[in-house]
């Protein structure tokens, strides 16, 4: 495994090099004029190196992929995991589902009665009467 990793990143270091030399050489051997169009030489040569520097770069970020799953095959590398969020961290320190549970039966239970106390506030006698004259003076 290590030397397929060892000859991929070989193999694209040397398309590298030829692509960059294959798109520099017709300016650095004189080939190519600096003003006017490229000639046809010249645009062979810059297409042909394009066209290796791109299976470079391919090369190498399969050399590197198959680099790391070989390190995290050894346990050397090992993947990392989501930070989890604030309030996850504050519900997983709890005791555990019994008590999280508990502990929202008593706040249920409470609102509940809070909701019912007031409802109870609002019904007063004569409190349906004075709503219903606001919407009967809201029909006119």
Do not use: C, F
Not at 35 to 40: K, L, V
Not at 41 to 61: E, M, S, Y
């Amino acid at each position: 495994m290590t030397l397929r990793a060892v000859l991929a990143l070989a193999w694209s270091l040397i398309m590298g090099l030829a692509g960059g030399w294959l798109i520099l050489s017709p300016w650095a051997v004189g080939q190519q004029p600096s003003s006017g169009d490229w000639t046809a030489v010249t645009n062979a040569q810059v297409r042909t190196g394009v066209g290796l520097l791109v299976l470079a770069i391919i090369g190498l970020v399969l050399a590197i992929a198959e680099g790391v799953s070989v390190l995290r095959k050894a346990g050397v590398l090992i993947r990392r995991v989501p930070a989890a969020e604030p309030g996850e961290a504050q519900l997983a320190a709890r005791d555990g589902p019994a008590a999280s549970t508990g502990d929202l039966d008593r706040a249920l239970i409470s609102l509940a009665s809070t909701l019912a106390a007031d409802l109870d506030r609002n019904r007063r006698p004569g409190a349906s009467e004075a709503a219903r004259s606001v919407e009967a003076r809201g029909e006119d």
